[in-house]
Structure formats: C-alpha cells, structure tokens
T-cell receptor
C-alpha cells in the first residue's frame, strides 16, 4: 500500500519562513505534489516534483529527495492569507497508469 | 471560465434514500475522480474515470457507484446512503490524472445522512 506522513499542524508568524515535511512509502513512486486548501474551499494545486531538487514558484518552493522518500513545501515571507491546510500527494504507477494518493494534511496557522 | 461544478452544494438526507451528486467540467479533461474528505483523514479517492465508459475503484469505493457516459459529466451515486457516508465530497478533473497534471477541484458537496 501507499502511506504518507505530514505534521497535523504548524504555526508561524507573518513574515517568517515555514517548512512542511512529507515522508512517504510508495511502490512505483512517480512524483510528489502539493495542494493548498483554505477553510470552506476546494484544494488548489501548488507544485509538483518529479525529480530530486527544489522547484520554486514565487514565495513557495517544493523539494524532493527520492532516495530519502521525503519532500517538503517551503513558504517564505508568510502572509495571513497563507493560513490554510496543505496536502502532499504521491503519484505512483498502478496497472499501467498513474494514481494519486493524498496525505492527511497540515494545517498552517499564521499569526500577526 | 474553466471550472468544475458540483450540485448540490449541501444535502441532508435520510438513510436508504438514493441520491446523486452531479459533477461537470468544461475543460475537455479525460480524467475525472471523486474524493471524500473527513477530519483527520485527508482526501480519499472513491472512484476515478480515465475516459468515457472507463471507470475504476479508488481507495474507498464501498457504497458508491459512478458512471461516465459523457466526457464532461461524472455523477456520484449513493444507492442506499448510510450515516457513515456523511462527509465532504469533491469532484476533480485533469487531462491525464498524472501527478504532474493539475487536478482541478469542484467547490465540494457537504452531505449529511441522518
């Protein structure tokens, strides 16, 4: 089976940097995605890592180490609007095509 | 505007009364899926569809049915709802279903089964 672990909650202050970790155990691993979900809203795509290394998109960066089965989402210059839940999701090969499994989510609380 | 729509957004029903939650996308996506979201459990996939008339079970398919007769629509059917199906449901679509492919989620349907 597939399993992912991420912290349930992280707190930080405005302007700070926060890192949300995700470890996984997946056979046929293909890549790691990150999604953001505000309270009452739908998940929205943030980033994808298929190869080892860092991907940067504005204030957000995502990192993957395939050898360590580990990735993280880095949020810089935190703003109040970044308060949300963040989900990592692994894609893996199953019966000839990719499937996607989500983690349980990390709730980020940004305080003034 | 590119979007995934779901209806209804909120539904309260009773045990055993068949219901359908509709999902429609206007992006010509081939891949569509249904998730349920429960506190502490994240998003769990119920069913997915790779294309018209091609569907398969996700991780929690028991008690649900789907059909994909048209590319844009992917309804979720609960033949005999039970209280343990009380949850927040999301429909999603993408071009291929691959991880690198952005999943577009609908606004969600909050279902309560009494």
């Amino acid at each position: 089976g597939q399993s992912l672990e991420q912290p349930s909650e992280v707190t930080a202050v405005e302007g700070a940097i926060v890192q949300i970790n995700c470890t996984y155990q997946t056979s046929g691993f293909y890549g790691l995605s990150w999604y953001q979900q505000h309270d009452g809203g739908a998940p929205t795509f943030l980033s994808y890592n298929g190869l080892d290394g860092l991907e940067e998109t504005g204030r957000f960066s995502s990192f993957l180490s395939r050898s360590d089965s580990y990735g993280y989402l880095l949020l810089q210059e935190l703003q109040m609007k970044d308060s949300a839940s963040y989900f990592c999701a692994v894609s893996y090969m199953n019966t000839g095509f990719q499937k996607l499994v989500f983690g349980t989510g990390t709730r980020l609380l940004v305080s003034p | 505007e590119a979007q995934v729509t779901q209806n209804p957004r909120y539904l309260i029903t009773v045990t055993g009364k068949k219901l359908t939650v509709t999902c429609s996308q206007n992006m010509n996506h081939e891949y569509m899926s249904w998730y349920r979201q429960d506190p502490g459990l994240g998003l769990r996939q119920i069913y997915y569809s790779m294309n018209v008339e091609v569907t398969d079970k996700g991780d929690v398919p028991e008690g649900y049915k789907v059909s994909r007769k048209e590319k844009r629509n992917f309804p979720l059917i609960l033949e005999s709802p039970s209280p343990n199906q009380t949850s927040l449901y999301f429909c999603a679509s993408s071009f291929t279903g691959a991880g690198a492919d952005t999943q577009y989620f609908g606004p969600g349907t909050r279902l309560t089964v009494l």
